[in-house]
């Protein structure tokens, strides 16, 4: 069974980043929760999980993929902080980080082991999509709504959906993780000697 600490062990950078440490530990007890209900036993294999089931990983993990996103959006929102002399709306750098941690959380419960060494959606998965498992246990253990929306809308759900202002810069950081494999696939990611 994988424990709190443990998941504190594995976003250590991110957490390390936040000021409000009653959300920090709320984000590490639903990623934690994430993982018993998913059946993940130790952090070890937790590290194995593939990035996503709809495309070619390239190798890109699930727990990688969670912390490139969180340090993006993160970026993505220091950029602006830093810059603009009037920031236009405000901007909850707590709430990046934690809804970056969480945003795929529902992912734990969306992938299974086939019993062949790989991967393939689960029952709970085909029955709703990780943007909707992941907002219900968020929910649950009595994340905010604002926590609930980074969530819920950070993929195609929340296409024309209202939104936090960090759901966008989660989506954003999330999308240029995606799609670079999924342009790959399809031959249309341009590298060097290559069309
Ligand atoms: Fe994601």
Partial sequence: MIITDE???????????????????????????GCER???ETVEELKKIPFTLL???????????????????????KAQLDTYATVPYPIDLDRVLAGGILHDVGKLMEIERDGNGGYRKSRA????????????????????????????CHAKEG??????????????????TFNPLVMKAAGKLIVRGQV
Avoid at 147 to 152: R, S
């Fill in 125 to 152: 998965g085909h029955c709703a999509r990780h943007p909707i498992s992941g907002a219900i246990l968020a929910a649950e253990c009595g994340a905010s709504d604002e926590i609930v929306n980074t969530i819920a």
């Fill in 159 to 176: 296409d024309g959906r209202s939104q936090v202002v960090e759901t966008v810069f989660i989506h954003q950081a999330d999308f240029a």
């Fill in 7 to 33: 998941i504190r062990g594995v976003f250590a950078a991110q957490i390390a980043k936040m000021e409000n440490s009653a959300l920090a530990d709320l984000t590490v007890e639903i990623f934690t929760k």
């Fill in 55 to 77: 495309t070619d990983c390239h190798g890109v993990t699930f727990i990688e993929h969670v912390i490139a996103v969180t340090d993006g959006a993160y970026a993505l929102a």
């Fill in 38 to 40: 998913g059946g993940w």
